[in-house]
C-alpha cells in the first residue's frame, strides 16, 4: 500500500505560479511511475503529467505543455508540478496517484492506470 499527501494548493492570479509536492510513503518500492490529475466541477479527470521513478520519462498532458513542469526527488519520495502561466481553467482539485507501471513515451495515461491516489489539494486561478 502506497500513501499520498498532496501540498502547495491555493489562490493565484491568472498568470502567477503555483508548486505542488506529493510525497509518498508505505511501499514505495512498488512505484515505476508518479502522475499528478485534475477534476473540475462537473468535469472527468483530466490527465496532467507523469513522471517515471526511474528512468525519468516526462508526459505531458496537451492542455498544459509548455506551462507545467513536473520532476522528482527520489531520496525524499517526492514529485512536484511546477505550475507556470496559469490560466482561470486551471482551476480544479489536484491528485497524484502513483502507478506500479511504466508506459512508453507520448502515451497518454489513464486513472485507471494507477493504483493509489492522494486527497486531492484545490487551485483556484482567479481572471
Known amino acids: 500500500q502506497v500513501q499520498l499527501v498532496e501540498s502547495g494548493g491555493g489562490l493565484v492570479q491568472a498568470g502567477g505560479s503555483l508548486t505542488l509536492s506529493c510525497v509518498a510513503s508505505g511501499r514505495t518500492f512498488s512505484i515505476y511511475a508518479m502522475g499528478w490529475f485534475r477534476q473540475a466541477p462537473g468535469k472527468e479527470r483530466e490527465f496532467v503529467a507523469a513522471?517515471?521513478?526511474?528512468?525519468?520519462?516526462?508526459y505531458y498532458g496537451d492542455s498544459v505543455k509548455g506551462r507545467f513542469s513536473i520532476s522528482r526527488e527520489n531520496a525524499k519520495n517526492t514529485v512536484y508540478l511546477q505550475m507556470n502561466s496559469l490560466k482561470p481553467e486551471d482551476t480544479a482539485v489536484y491528485y497524484c496517484?502513483?502507478?506500479?507501471?511504466?508506459?512508453?513515451?507520448?502515451?497518454?495515461?489513464?486513472?485507471?492506470?494507477?493504483?493509489?491516489w492522494g486527497q486531492g489539494t484545490q487551485v483556484t486561478v482567479s481572471a
Open positions: 513522471i517515471s521513478w526511474r528512468g525519468g520519462r516526462l
Open positions: 496517484a502513483a502507478a506500479k507501471m511504466v508506459r512508453e513515451l507520448g502515451y497518454r495515461w489513464l486513472p485507471t492506470d494507477f493504483d493509489s
